[in-house]
T-cell receptor
Framework: AQSVTQLDSHVSVSEGTPVLLRCNYSSSYSPSLFWYVQHPNKGLQLLLKYTSAATLVKGINGFEAEFKKSETSFHLTKPSAHMSDAAEYFC????????????FGSGTRLSIRP | NAGVTQTPKFQVLKTGQSMTLQCAQDMNHNSMYWYRQDPGMGLRLIYYSASEGTTDKGEVPNGYNVSRLNKREFSLRLESAAPSQTSVYFCASILVAGGRADTQYFGPGTRLTVL
């Protein structure tokens, strides 16, 4: 079985400081992992994805994530937070070719303090 | 490419009324999904369609029906709306091939209120 856990429901950082949003996954097979962002009253936008190529994945808006198989983690980071980064972030894992096996994390709300 | 489109964007219903949410994608994706998102919660899968002609229940299918009209279109129907179905509904599509599910693309959402 596969699952995904976002370890923090809410993260608050000051503008200009680093961002770390944590995601752990469980999968019996090699997973594909994604991070999506959802701004208030908007749809979901893909930030980045890992699909068995380079373990350090760079995404849009300065975000990146590192796939660590030994730790079953796919944490999202950004060196310097911007006010526009305030949003909800979802970690997603898929493993099988079956269309049903797409698992969403519960989300992490990122707040940015001026 | 328009990506994934949904209509309507907003809808207010009275309890017991019916309506159909429409979704279409122009990316030649084989799999399509309907999710609901409630305040402070993540996305919950209502129904999905792995390919044209097939549909399957997700996590919260009660009170809903779906139709995969063709490869492009996947509709969600509420036969008798209830206040508990007040939510934001997202349609999504994905290409599943070669043993991998690729990026899932989402529509802009339909904000539904049932009074």
């Amino acid at each position: 079985a596969q699952s995904v856990t976002q370890l923090d429901s809410h993260v608050s950082v000051s503008e200009g400081t680093p961002v770390l949003l944590r995601c752990n996954y469980s999968s019996s097979y090699s997973p594909s992992l994604f991070w999506y962002v959802q701004h208030p009253n908007k749809g979901l936008q893909l930030l980045l994805k890992y699909t068995s190529a380079a373990t350090l994945v760079k995404g849009i808006n300065g975000f990146e994530a590192e796939f660590k198989k030994s730790e079953t983690s796919f944490h999202l980071t950004k060196p310097s937070a911007h006010m526009s980064d305030a949003a909800e972030y979802f970690c997603v894992v898929t493993t099988y070719s079956s269309a049903s096996k797409i698992i969403f994390g519960s989300g992490t709300r990122l707040s940015i303090r001026p | 490419n328009a990506g994934v489109t949904q209509t309507p964007k907003f809808q207010v219903l009275k309890t017991g009324q019916s309506m159909t949410l429409q979704c279409a994608q122009d990316m030649n994706h084989n799999s399509m999904y309907w999710y609901r998102q409630d305040p402070g919660m993540g996305l919950r899968l209502i129904y999905y369609s792995a390919s044209e002609g097939t549909t399957d229940k997700g996590e919260v299918p009660n009170g809903y029906n779906v139709s995969r009209l063709n490869k492009r279109e996947f509709s969600l129907r509420l036969e008798s709306a209830a206040p508990s179905q007040t939510s934001v509904y997202f349609c999504a599509s994905i290409l599943v091939a070669g043993g991998r599910a690729d990026t899932q693309y989402f529509g802009p959402g339909t904000r539904l209120t049932v009074l």
